[in-house]
């Protein structure tokens, strides 16, 4: 509940942002998937059902702020986290350039998942070059926002009480 | 299986989250277009915010432009640039409001030519995302506006509402992937479907027996059960016709410029 407490009304405040100010201020350049970013720390901090729930909740609301069909975010996010979260133990999630290593590869897994969903449920088959070639951007956009939004993401996290779940720290 | 599952019990929970949320895209996929309770409460909520942050940016993004880019020269002249600063103030609001008040008489002189009943809504916000293409006006189901209506702009079609809350709504721009629009080449009357490609419009199924061309204008056809007749789509800018086949390829650019669009209309009642 306290991740959830913490995360959602900030993604909340960034989603507001993102559709607002960032829109008015610089209407040509990609903005940044913050949501994705925030579900990507939790895959790597958060406790898989606390985490999953937030990622559930979290795609429901940037359905809210995006896109046409409710739901559609919400599988890819959760999908995201299940994979991160399953990878973590593999990784040291407390290592900087790991959550920017998972920003690029989770841009890259956004965009396909986001084709191939579009393209197995719905008819919008002419929506993919247009994803395909907004990734190097968007990789870019969501790298220079992981690197501003790590600290905050950290501060919150410490609040929520997440703890990583690196190897050194478990054998600690 | 049972002890499986309860080994593994938060992997399947997630599991079944998953699930939850494939159930749940599947069905609002196939249901006719409608709000939620969830982004209902998320909208009305929001709205507040959304409007606040835009009338500040935009009080700030004129401060800036009327007043302090001037600090500096004022400093330097005195009086005389004083005099200046409040003129070019006056002049910039001057200019401001006369651009004000063309795109508001060329909207209403296209609200006097929409045959219905119509509710004026100004843009608030953006899509979230890159690749969608969504906009929020400040109207919503308060002001008479429902799901599946049609929004237009002066200069032509702008697109049609989706998400409905109290004070606000979420409008799909044409030039969305999802959108597809009943439409007619005006000089030749082919019967096309105008579909969103991101920045432009492909338009399908134009049959090769009349040849469509290059600066031809796309109008609503009135068949799709969206649109009002005759309101235009965009312009043709590029024709391929393919040796085999039945249709030709053509591309059109959208009449409206959503890059600066700020004030629509709402078509909340059509006549018939």
Request: hydrophobic share 50%; glycine share 6%.
């Given at each position: ?46 406790p898989f059902g ?32 299940m994979?991160?979260a399953g990878?973590?133990r ?83 | 299986m049972l002890e499986f599952i309860s080994l593994q019990k938060r992997l399947f929970a997630l599991f079944v ?256």
């Amino acid at each position: 509940m306290k991740y959830w407490l913490l995360f959602f009304p900030l993604s909340t405040l960034f989603l507001v942002v993102q559709t607002t100010l960032w829109t008015m201020l610089l209407p040509q350049a990609p903005c940044p998937n913050t949501t994705l970013l925030i579900i990507l720390y939790l895959g790597f901090q958060a406790p898989f059902g606390a985490g999953g729930i937030c990622a559930f909740t979290l795609g429901c609301l940037l359905d809210v702020f995006s896109g046409v069909t409710f739901g559609f975010h919400a599988i890819i996010l959760l999908t995201i986290f299940m994979v991160t979260a399953g990878f973590r133990r593999q990784l040291n999630a407390d290592n900087p350039l790991v959550l920017p290593f998972a920003t690029i590869v989770g841009t890259g897994a956004f965009a396909l998942l986001s084709i191939f969903i579009l393209l197995l449920f719905s008819d919008r088959d002419q929506v993919w070059p247009q994803i395909l070639s907004s990734i190097p951007m968007q990789i870019i956009v969501n790298l220079v926002a992981v690197l501003i939004l790590r600290p905050l993401f950290t501060k919150l996290g410490l609040i929520a009480g997440l703890q990583s779940t690196a190897p050194f720290r478990r054998q600690i | 299986m049972l002890e499986f599952i309860s080994l593994q019990k938060r992997l399947f929970a997630l599991f079944v989250l998953l699930l939850c949320a494939l159930l749940l895209y599947s069905y609002d996929l196939r249901k006719k277009p409608d709000t939620n309770l969830f982004e209902r409460s998320i909208l009305l909520l929001t709205e507040p915010l959304s409007q606040g942050i835009t009338r500040t940016t935009n009080g700030v993004i004129t401060l800036w432009q009327d007043y302090l880019y001037l600090v500096g020269v004022k400093l330097k002249n005195n009086e005389l640039v004083l005099k200046l600063n409040r003129l070019s103030h006056l002049e910039i609001e001057n200019n401001e409001l006369a651009a004000e008040n063309v795109r508001l008489k060329q909207l209403l002189n296209f609200r006097d030519r929409v045959k219905g009943e119509t509710v004026p809504a100004l843009v608030i916000s953006a899509d979230a995302m890159n690749w969608f293409r969504t906009i929020t006006i400040n109207k919503g189901t308060d002001s008479g506006i429902q799901e599946n209506m049609p929004v237009v702009a002066a200069s032509g079609v702008v697109g049609r509402t989706i998400k409905c809350a109290a004070k606000s709504s979420r409008v799909l721009l044409i030039t969305d992937a999802s959108s597809a629009v009943a439409a007619l080449v005006q000089h030749n009357r082919i019967r096309i479907i105008a579909r969103g490609t991101g920045a432009n419009l492909s338009c399908e199924y134009a049959t090769r027996l009349e040849e469509a061309k290059i600066g031809d204008h796309i109008v609503t056809s009135g068949n799709g059960g969206v649109f009002p007749k005759g309101i235009p789509i965009g312009t043709i800018t590029e024709v391929q016709t393919p040796k085999y086949g039945l249709f030709q390829a053509i591309t059109a650019m959208p009449a409206v410029d959503f890059s600066r669009l700020e004030e629509v209309l709402v078509i909340v009642k059509q006549e018939q």
